[in-house]
């Protein structure tokens, strides 16, 4: 298997636009997790799929934020509109199972810069 | 709601040192610990888990962490290590209840000199 793929790997976009994350998992995995990673507040969960559903949300930051995961080998982040404080690295990570007893397997990331 | 420490944001040693990375939690609830590491520009990696039972844990490269319940911590260690050991390495730990949501440390950059 391929692994989580994350598209794109780098992304630098001005203030204002809005900005599109996609992640395929790894098949058969049915939970999905988006989380940021940025230096001062290191790695933090926005939220959680579980069978396509979005189960926890509560991580997202505001309204400007949204996810979805329409089937099982798909999931979007969009930022709209975007802002110089969401520059940060998003990764996706899927799991076999819907709790963190397994093993997350994480994609390579998608490095935002938001001018 | 849990939260980690780890001590140390960096952590320069030689090649072939021992090393230890610390690892501290909080939480009101029993927990799942582990320990992933990120390599440059890549995700990360499960290296080692404790869910019950043995108190020690090891990874297939040679590190291990030891659960304390009594001092609420999950150190990281390796008695020798190598420069492709150079990564981040992050602490998580998640509550017994809710274990689909992990809480991540701000991580431990270790860098191995020759």
């Known amino acids: 298997d391929a692994g989580v793929i994350q598209s794109p790997r780098h992304e630098v976009t001005e203030m204002g636009q809005e900005v599109t994350l996609r992640c395929k998992p790894i098949?058969?995995?049915?939970?999905l997790f988006w989380y940021r990673q940025t230096m001062m507040r290191g790695l933090e969960l926005l939220i959680y799929?579980?069978?396509?559903?979005?189960?926890?949300d509560s991580g997202m930051p505001e309204d400007r934020f949204s996810a979805k995961m329409p089937n099982a080998s798909f999931s979007t982040l969009k930022i709209q509109p975007s802002e110089p404080r969401d520059s940060a690295v998003y990764f996706c990570?899927?799991?076999?199972?819907?709790?963190?007893?397994?093993?997350?397997?994480f994609g390579e990331g998608s490095r935002l810069t938001v001018l | 709601a849990q939260s980690v420490t780890q001590l140390d944001s960096q952590v320069p040693v030689f090649e072939e040192a021992p090393v230890e990375l610390r690892c501290n939690y909080s939480s009101s609830v029993s927990v799942y610990l582990f320990w992933y590491v990120q390599y440059p520009n890549q995700g990360l990696q499960l290296l080692l888990k404790?869910?019950?039972?043995?108190?020690l844990v090891e990874s297939i490269n040679g590190f291990e962490a030891e659960f304390n319940k009594s001092q609420t911590s999950f150190h990281l260690r390796k008695p020798s290590v190598h420069i492709s050991d150079t990564a981040e390495y992050f602490c998580?730990?998640?509550?017994?209840?809710?274990?689909?949501?992990?809480?991540f440390g701000k991580g431990t950059l270790l860098t191995v000199n020759p």
């Open positions: 098949s058969g995995h049915n939970s």
């Open positions: 404790y869910l019950s039972g043995s108190t």
């Open positions: 990570a899927t799991l076999l199972g819907a709790g963190v007893t397994g093993e997350l397997f």
């Open positions: 799929f579980n069978n396509n559903v979005p189960i926890d």
């Open positions: 998580a730990v998640s509550g017994r209840g809710s274990n689909y949501k992990l809480t």
